[in-house]
């Protein structure tokens, strides 16, 4: 991922990816696949990731709704 960063966007430096919020760095990662017309392995809220957080945070949330699964704090 952090190669696929360095390699498609040459403005970006080593550095600065180590500086990333987890969530910028996904998103970061994300635009650099789709300028190279390829899937990323994971993406936040586009839907495009083979993996995404937004859906899969909403099938776990199903899934505890139907299992009625409460939180004991």
Same mark, same amino acid.
């Given at each position: 991922?952090?190669y696929?960063? !360095?390699f498609v966007?040459?403005?970006?430096? %080593? =550095? ?6 987890? %969530? =910028?760095f &996904?998103?970061k ?6 300028i190279?017309g !390829?899937?990323p392995?994971?993406?936040l809220t586009?839907?495009?990731? &083979?993996?995404?957080y937004? &859906?899969? !945070?909403?099938?776990l949330?199903?899934?505890v709704?139907? !299992?009625k699964?409460?939180s004991?704090?």
């Amino acid at each position: 991922m952090v190669y696929t960063i !360095l390699f498609v966007d040459r403005k970006t430096n %080593f =550095e600065q990816v180590l500086h990333f919020q987890p %969530f =910028e760095f &996904i998103r970061k990662y994300g635009e650099c696949m789709k300028i190279k017309g !390829l899937q990323p392995v994971i993406s936040l809220t586009s839907g495009d990731g &083979i993996l995404d957080y937004k &859906i899969l !945070l909403a099938r776990l949330t199903a899934v505890v709704k139907e !299992l009625k699964i409460t939180s004991k704090v």
